[in-house]
């Protein structure tokens, strides 16, 4: 099997096609892609975990109202909470306790949110690592 990091990044793209598997192709797409967002101050991602659309900041300037041109959802673009014009971000960030009339400890919930980007997230199974793309 040939990996995509052991190709010379100088080649070009049309090279790479002829290299690996379309699979492997429309993997480093995906990656490349994700990795420019990333990248990019003025674009992000919506916090919607059924949407996951690349939204586009107007100025640098945190925090903003951004609405998600897919799902239209309303989000803080420093916190990626819902939007709260009136309130500071760490007013509405998720605090340690919040399951605890669930859960015997925040380690006991299955759903928690991601310290990155405050997305909830659910293990059901398997590895307990998992990556955020924000």
């Known amino acids: 099997m040939l990996f995509l990091k052991k190709i010379d990044k100088r080649k070009s793209e049309s090279k790479m096609k ?3 598997v379309a699979e492997s192709m429309q993997r480093y797409r995906r990656l490349h892609f994700e ?3 990333l990248l990019d101050p003025f674009r992000t991602w919506c916090p919607s975990s059924s949407c996951q659309a690349m939204g586009q900041l107007k100025e640098m300037e945190l925090p903003q109202l951004v609405q998600c041109s ?3 959802l309303e989000f803080c673009s420093a916190c990626r909470d819902s939007w709260h014009k009136e309130n500071a971000c760490q007013d509405n960030t998720f605090r340690p306790g919040e399951t605890s009339s669930f859960y015997k400890s925040d380690g006991d919930a299955p759903i928690k949110r991601c310290p990155k980007c405050k ?3 659910e293990r059901d ?3 307990a690592q998992m990556m955020c793309k924000s």
Do not use: L, S
């Open 119 to 121: 997305v909830y997230i």
């Open 18 to 20: 002829c290299m690996v």
């Open 35 to 37: 990795r420019e967002v």
């Open 70 to 72: 897919v799902c239209r």
């Open 125 to 127: 199974k398997g590895c």
